[in-house]
């Protein structure tokens, strides 16, 4: 029996704990996520914070399904570091320190937007909208009218036009670099960037780099993306442009230790754009290489 341990409980940790359970009930299956939730499905946050579709419909499996099919299911557990000499993995629960040993473990701990470095941007009404939590927090602000995005990629263009489509006045800060595919009906795209967040208790303002000001009720950060690696720093992997390399079995330079989902990249593509189906169909090809090697 093989201890199986993934860090991250998403498109890419969810598959793979539930490809490998179904293929075998011997081996001890550890998923963890530092999320207070079940696996869910983020390309549905949008129609969650409006009203859409409710929290439940989110999730990818139900309450009982970690118990049922025997995975070791942690949440909300950090993970704080790895050991690969030893096979440890080092997490935070609350405040209490615990380890867990591995002989094969996963690495599925995704990318996340981060907040840039200007005065004002950790106020409360500004957001970089990684997870359910970030949605669920948004939720009250947009009943102002006026919500500032700043980015220029698919998250921030979707984004822009789901609120347009609500009746948003929507402000999208763009260093026009892509161009913007048409329609953005409803939505003004200034060429610019924000170099502060104005505002007493709560995000107000922002200004442009211009000096001009701009009143908002929100503002959303989607321009630069980070990986979760934070706990790898010292573990002696391969890491290129933020990703965790791979070869073509997933594996990393560390026998045992494998990665998959956003965080992963070939050596020889590491542009490679993924996406959520891409990336369940990658765990579930790297569960079928574990099951047969
Ligand atoms: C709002 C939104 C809309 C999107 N829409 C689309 C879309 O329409 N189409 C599309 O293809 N893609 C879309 N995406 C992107 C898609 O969701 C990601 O590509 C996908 O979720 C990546 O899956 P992943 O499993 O690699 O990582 P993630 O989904 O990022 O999951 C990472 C997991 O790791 C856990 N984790 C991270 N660090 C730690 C740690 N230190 N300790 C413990 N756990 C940790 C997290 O809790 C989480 O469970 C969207 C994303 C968002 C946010």
Known sequence: MSRIVIIGASAAGHTLAAKLREANKDNSITLITEESYLAYDRRML?????????????YLCDKDYYRDNNINFLSPVKVTGLNPQKKIVY????????????????????????????????????????SLDDYKELAPYLIGDTVCLAGNNKFSWDMARALAVRKKEVKLIAVAENPIPQPLEGIEVINSQITEVIGESQAQAIRLKEGKLIGVAAVIFAEELKSNAEFVKGAGLDISSDYILVDNRMQTNIPDVYACGQIARYKDSINEEKSWNGIIQEAQSLAETLLTS
Do not use: M, T
């Not at 949008?46 to 989110?58: P, Q, S």
């Open 46 to 58: 949008l129609d969650f914070v409006f009203g859409l579709i409710k929290e439940k419909e989110l």
């Open 91 to 130: 997490c935070r629960d609350n405040e209490k320190s615990v380890n867990f040993n591995y002989d094969i473990l996963i690495i599925c701990s995704g990318r996340r937007f981060i907040l840039p470095q200007i005065e004002g941007a950790r106020k409360p009404g500004v957001f970089n909208l990684n």
